[in-house]
């Protein structure tokens, strides 16, 4: 009986401190909610940009359609959570502000370089960040998993589609030898007596693989109690679309070796893919049932996580209700609003700045070729041009220049479909990097690319990149370097330089021609005002 009276007195006692102590500013669900959704779509307008992107990947990449429908599942399952939220008070929380502020400084380097990834991963993570921020850390602790679902929503995972054709590429070979069947394969083509076959880069797996996981996380998530059991079902399903996309390849190669290729492939064997896709996802959601825990109440340390926002005091001071919302509003624009003043500070810089060929030692003077016989394939440069030399003992070689401006955020110089070759009277036989010497000594990277062309012309190619003041081959430093440039001020904008030659016999015959002019050709190229437009 002491003991029932002495704890229920603490628990006074503990209750009145917590009203005694001061709490940030508390708010209604209909006013939070509506502040909420004015958030979002505020953010959806500043962000605009990023967010035609993101959707754009989702609406045109059968890998990342899926991202269409995250946002809703993430919905749903708040829904069935409204009886447990309506318990807890939304709370606006400076955390988020400063999350909404990291987000946005993020989102203004990413555009400043234009890497696409970083930015919608940013549109994605303020979804969760503004929950945060208008309703609270303690319903945002309720609403862990569907916050979390939501980064679903972001295309990411291109990067194990070869580590995926890899493995799909081995396995069906493996059981292709096991079954007896005669196999040939060199990388991701497999030869059978029937016909080839190659594992594309849509072979991979990586849809399943995204699809198989995006739906098991919601069934572990709806149909168990316990971390254990949720996770074991997750692993299961990533494992098992995996093994099933290798058995699906090898499938479908024995079906077209039992039907003399009539079935299973073109269009066929993509129907057959998702079939056995959805066969798979049944029997191991099946399975997953037969465990199932949705019939048992929720564990008593989550109900007691959720409460314990409501239950402890805020160590803030208090402060009127409309001061961190103000906050959060001025931070989501401070980094559309910086973005803007860079692209009008560099559209003023950029002015009429083009690249001009240089003068090389022991050299023809530079002459324009306006009918060049090979020239690289890049999106939308503000100006190019190639330049026709010839040496003193014969050697012929071009110079082609692609510049972009940094008057916009980011450039076309590094991004997806840029080719050094057209695809159409030049085909690639190898490409790599390699290291050349400067007239300064100093060695410098290129990308080399060996190419074939009518009449079974070799011709070689080495091509780098010139970002403020740097030269550099790797992608990645460029997109660095863009970004400084923009936020510097770096008016002279980014450059493709490529020099080319064509062979007889071996590429050894250009290599020495392209080094005996780079040897003589200045290290950097210049970029000069000239008042003409690009071409």
């Given at each position: 009986m ?11 006692s503990?209750?009145s401190?917590?009203?005694?102590a001061?709490?940030?500013p508390?708010l209604?669900?209909?006013?939070a909610?509506?502040?909420?959704v ?5 953010m959806v ?5 990023s ?5 754009h990947i ?10 269409m429908v ?27 502000i400063?999350?909404?502020?990291a ?6 380097l990413?555009?400043?370089a234009d ?7 940013v549109?994605v ?14 319903i ?6 569907p916050?979390?679902?939501?980064f ?5 995972g291109?990067?194990?589609?070869p ?10 070979v ?6 007896g069947?005669?196999?040939?394969a ?6 059978i007596?029937a016909?080839?076959f190659?594992?594309?880069?849509v072979c991979?797996?990586?849809r ?5 996981v ?6 572990a998530y ?9 996770l ?5 399903a990533?494992?098992i ?6 058995l699906?390849a ?5 079906i077209a ?7 299973a492939?073109g269009?066929?064997h ?5 079939l056995f896709?959805?066969v ?5 959601f099946?399975?997953?049932s037969?465990f ?9 340390d989550q109900r007691?996580a ?6 402890s ?12 919302l103000?906050l959060a509003?001025?931070v989501?624009?401070?980094a559309?609003?910086a973005?803007?003043?860079?692209n ?20 023809t003077a530079?002459r324009?070729?306006?009918t060049?016989a ?13 330049h ?20 916009q955020a980011g ?13 159409v009277t ?11 010497t400067l ?5 410098h990277g290129v990308?080399?690319?060996i ?8 011709r070689?190619?080495?091509h780098?990149?010139?970002v403020a ?5 790797r992608?990645i430093?460029?997109?660095l ?7 510097s001020g770096?008016r002279?904008?980014?450059?493709l330089?490529?020099v080319?030659?064509?062979?007889q ?11 005996e ?9 210049d ?9």
């Open positions: 002491t003991t029932s009276i002495s704890t229920s007195a603490e628990n006074t503990a209750a401190a917590a009203s005694a001061p709490r940030t508390d209604s669900w209909p006013l909610l509506g502040l909420l004015a958030g979002m779509g505020a307008l500043l962000y605009w940009p967010v035609q992107k993101l959707v989702w609406l045109n990449s059968d890998t990342y359609a899926h991202g995250i946002l809703p599942i993430s919905l749903f399952l708040a829904w069935r959570m409204r009886h447990q939220l309506a318990a807890l008070t939304p709370r606006p929380s400076y955390l988020g400063l999350l909404i502020a987000l946005g400084l993020g989102w203004t990413a555009r400043a890497v696409t990834v970083v930015q919608t991963f549109v993570a303020m979804v969760p960040t503004l929950v945060i921020t208008v309703l609270g850390l303690g945002s602790r309720a609403l862990t998993f916050l979390a679902y939501i679903f929503a972001w295309p990411v291109s990067f194990l589609v580590i995926l054709q890899d493995y799909t590429a081995w396995f069906t493996l059981m292709l030898r096991l079954t069947l005669p196999v040939y060199e990388g991701y083509y497999i030869s007596p016909g080839d190659v594992v594309a880069e991979s797996g990586i399943y693989l995204i699809a198989s995006a739906l098991g996380l919601v069934y709806l149909i168990y109690r316990s971390l254990w059991r949720r074991v079902f997750t692993a299961f990533i494992v679309p995996i093994v099933a996309n290798g699906r090898y499938g479908i190669i024995m070796h039992w039907t003399d290729m009539e079935h492939v269009v066929d993509l129907i057959y893919g998702w896709f959805g798979v996802m049944f029997l191991l099946w399975v997953g037969l199932r825990e949705d019939d048992l109440p929720q564990p008593e007691r959720m409460m314990k926002d409501e239950m005091p805020s160590k803030a001071a208090a402060s009127p209700v409309f001061l961190p103000t509003a001025v989501l624009v401070m559309p609003l973005e803007l003043g860079i009008q500070r560099m559209a003023a810089l950029a002015g009429d700045r083009y690249p001009a060929a240089p003068q090389v030692m022991g050299w530079p324009q070729d306006e060049p090979w020239q690289p394939r890049f999106a939308e440069p503000d100006y190019q041009s190639q026709a030399y010839r040496s003193e003992n014969g050697h012929e070689l071009a110079l082609h220049l692609s510049h972009y401006h940094h008057s450039t076309e110089l590094v991004t997806y479909g840029n080719l050094i070759y057209d695809e030049w085909r690639r036989v190898s490409e790599s990097g390699r290291s050349v007239p300064d000594g100093e060695q990308r080399e690319t190419l074939r062309g009518p009449g079974d012309r070799g070689i190619v080495w780098w990149y010139q003041d740097r030269p550099t081959a992608p430093e460029v997109k370097l863009e970004a400084w440039a923009r936020l770096h002279d904008g980014s450059l330089v490529a080319t030659t064509e062979f016999l071996t590429p050894d015959e250009g290599r020495v021609v392209l080094q002019f780079l040897t003589r050709m200045p290290g950097l190229i970029v000069e005002y000239r008042p003409e437009s690009g071409s």
